[in-house]
């Protein structure tokens, strides 16, 4: 059933008002709305007009009108339930996100001072942390690479620049696939993006050298599911290299900061993947605390584009204390994950 995004708005509010639930992925969004208003927020800046939602939804009969408001009829509960699935807060956050952070001047001065280079990152992969990923590739022209969630495409085109590879970028973000293509238009023999989602990936098995996914794998609604697609898509001896950052929250224990204890660890455990991993948890932690340095030094910029949510985004995701490392105290852990099939 197609429907227009005034409907899918729609219809998550409506379900999150009557059945709330949480997801691993908020970003500052407030679960357990008490009224259409805080529900809203859901969709940030991209909140759309729903007159005509509330219209056509009323003939197709999935709301019904009570009162001065609305309520989801069964079949309209069943509907919601699954657009919200496929539309958590952050994918609303990302949209934003790429739309605000592509066209911030602000935002590229911070990126190559943070992390050595532009690519419109978002999180903590500097040019280091990338570049020892794809010296485990091992990528050289003729091959082929599948980026998970790709952002606007300039990750890919670093590699692609650097390896010679044809890369194939997918993120489920339509204005980031296209920023990608658009920015990629003179290099479409090497660089291809497509609008998907990581719990569908529409692609011929056994089509890949390699599978990268730069803090992504929190999204599928299915982790085993995704990693099973991920091998059928690569060819014999493909590689994965998977960002994963982990922390402690909701009561996890020490013991869950271990590589093989993190979701992503028991999930290629579960699928039987032999994997090896490069600690890069103490160089994150530093590059959170130069991270909370540089955005608030940057705070006037932000401020004075009229993107303070970018500074807001920088701040959250940094380190305000000055201590040291200490693996013993510090409350995640960052792990680059490298998978030989």
Not at 95 to 115: D, N
Not at 150 to 176: F, N, R
Request: proline residues 4%.
């Amino acid at each position: 059933m197609r429907l227009s995004e005034s409907e899918i708005q729609i219809l998550i509010v409506l379900v999150e008002l009557a059945d709330p639930i949480e997801t691993p992925n908020n970003n500052f969004y407030s679960f357990y709305p008490k009224d259409i208003e805080a529900a809203s927020t859901y969709f940030r800046r991209l909140k759309v007009d729903w007159r005509e939602g509330y219209r056509s939804l009323l003939e197709s009969k999935l709301i019904f009108r009570v009162g001065e408001g609305f309520i989801l009829s069964s079949e309209g509960k069943e509907i919601a339930r699954e657009v919200r699935r496929t539309r958590p807060p952050i994918y609303y956050w990302y949209r934003e996100f790429y739309l605000s952070a592509s066209q911030s001047k602000a935002y590229a001065s911070f990126c190559i001072q943070l992390y050595g280079r532009d690519l419109c990152q978002a999180g903590f992969s500097d040019m280091k942390q990338i570049d020892a990923m794809i010296s485990f590739l091992q990528l050289t022209d003729g091959c082929h690479c599948l980026d998970l969630g790709c952002g606007t495409g300039l990750v890919a085109e670093y590699i692609s620049d650097q390896t010679g590879a044809k890369v194939y970028g997918v993120d489920y973000c339509p204005e980031a696939i296209e920023i990608a293509a658009y920015h990629s238009q003179k290099k479409r023999s090497q660089l291809f993006f497509q609008e998907g989602n990581l719990d569908s990936l529409e692609f011929p098995e056994h089509s890949f050298d390699s599978i990268i996914s730069i803090d992504t794998l929190y999204m599928p609604n299915d982790l085993g599911a995704t990693i099973q697609r991920m091998v059928d898509l690569l060819k014999m001896d493909g590689r994965m290299a998977i960002f994963y950052t982990h922390s402690l929250c909701g009561g996890r224990t020490r013991q869950s900061l271990k590589p093989e204890n993190t979701p992503l660890g028991i999930a290629l455990k579960e699928a039987k993947l032999a994997y090896q991993t490069l600690d890069f948890s103490e160089q994150t932690y530093r590059l959170m605390q130069l991270k909370n340095k540089i955005g608030e030094e940057m705070q006037p910029f932000f401020r004075a584009e009229g993107n303070l949510p970018l500074y807001e985004f920088i701040i959250n995701e940094s380190e305000s204390s000055l201590d040291a490392y200490n693996p013993e105290t510090c409350k995640f852990a960052r792990y680059l994950y490298q998978v030989r099939l």
